[in-house]
């Protein structure tokens, strides 16, 4: 991705943190919450290792295609399950993916940068200031190469996780919450809901939050 190094770090340890804790409930939480929960932490765990800033760990020039691939299948797995916001997830983390792919073979599109100017003769020796100009031009398109995604499809997914972000964090509110229509004849909510199932819904508010923060970089 292309945020700042601090933001990066930032987005691995939210990302991390939320993974850990989902896989630990995809362990021990109730049998009806732990395919959900599995999902949540392994998106979450991808997230972050997308999230590495490049400056800290290089990745292999083929790992976009990997993530791109690894999300795509589970995009299509959610959606044969019928789990619509995990299919817009993954499929956002695929497209983000494919968006840094696309972005780095802009980039980088012969695999290096030449070292010297190739004079009409074949040779290589000095450059004169108008080829000097032009590589340099060249090389600093390289180096500010533009984003990799699709601004209508950037626009909409970010649309998306903002309502979620929201909608999600007011649910948080314990008053909200105990304000909501609650079936005619059952009692007052769990007191265990507002514990660990509670923890695992702010995983996900954060999962979003981090999603917005990945996609402002595309």
């Known amino acids: 991705m292309h945020e700042p190094p601090l933001v990066g770090w930032l987005l691995v340890l939210l990302c991390a943190a939320a993974g850990v804790y989902c896989l630990g409930r995809a362990r021990t ?6 395919e ?3 999902g949540e932490g392994l998106m979450a765990m991808g997230m972050a290792a997308m999230a590495l800033p490049a400056s800290a760990v290089t990745p292999p020039a083929w790992s ?14 959610a959606l044969v399950r019928r789990h619509l916001h995990h299919a817009v997830g993954t499929f956002a983390m695929a497209y983000m993916a494919l968006a ?3 972005s780095s073979a802009h980039m980088n599109p012969t695999g290096g940068v030449a070292v010297g100017a190739v004079g009409p003769t074949g040779s290589t020796g000095p450059m004169s200031p108008t080829s000097s100009v032009s590589s340099v031009g060249s090389v600093s398109a390289m180096e500010h190469g533009g ?9 909409l997914l970010l649309a998306y996780f903002t ?7 007011i649910r948080l509110v314990p008053g909200v919450r105990a304000a909501e229509s609650v079936p005619e004849g059952a009692g007052a909510e769990a007191p265990g809901d507002a514990g660990p ?8 508010v954060a ?3 981090g999603m917005l923060a990945m996609l402002l970089t595309v």
């Not at 309502?163 to 964090?169: K, L, N, P, Q, S």
């Not at 923890?199 to 996900?204: I, K």
Request: net charge positive; with cysteine; aromatic share 10%.
């Open 197 to 204: 199932a509670g923890v695992l819904r702010a995983c996900r």
């Open 29 to 34: 939480g109730p049998a009806g919450d732990r």
């Open 147 to 155: 984003p990799g995604g699709v601004p209508l499809l950037t626009g």
């Open 100 to 102: 840094m792919a696309v």
């Open 207 to 209: 999962m979003g939050i």
């Open 36 to 38: 959900d929960a599995r």
């Open 64 to 77: 976009p295609w990997l993530f791109t691939a690894l999300f795509g299948a589970a995009g299509v797995w």
């Open 163 to 169: 309502v979620y972000v929201i909608a999600a964090g």
